[in-house]
């Protein structure tokens, strides 16, 4: 019985670490990290989908958190599944 509870919370972090992860890895020359890292502030960058599919290269970026809102501004963007190039202000 014992057993079952110890297989049970392994199973239980493993799952709640992969659905927390973020779903973008951010490469740029700043981040500010505010409200306790519910909020990122980055620069002149790259913002990466943790997929590889989604590349998104702007000025400045805003991401949310609790609403996994990623806001870019004047940048382009790439969506390599679809061969698709974006540009945006």
């Known amino acids: 019985m014992k057993n079952k509870y110890f297989i049970f919370l392994i199973i239980y972090f493993i799952l709640c670490k992969i659905s927390f992860a973020e779903p973008f890895i951010f490469k740029t020359s700043e981040i500010e990290i ?37 806001k870019a501004f004047n940048g382009i963007a790439f969506i390599k599944e679809d061969n698709l190039k974006v540009e945006f202000n």
Not at 41 to 67: H, P
């Open 34 to 70: 505010r409200e306790e890292g519910k909020v990122i502030f980055a620069t002149k960058g790259t913002a990466v989908s943790k997929d590889n599919n989604l590349e998104i290269q702007a000025d400045n970026f805003e991401y949310y958190k609790d609403t996994d809102v990623l």
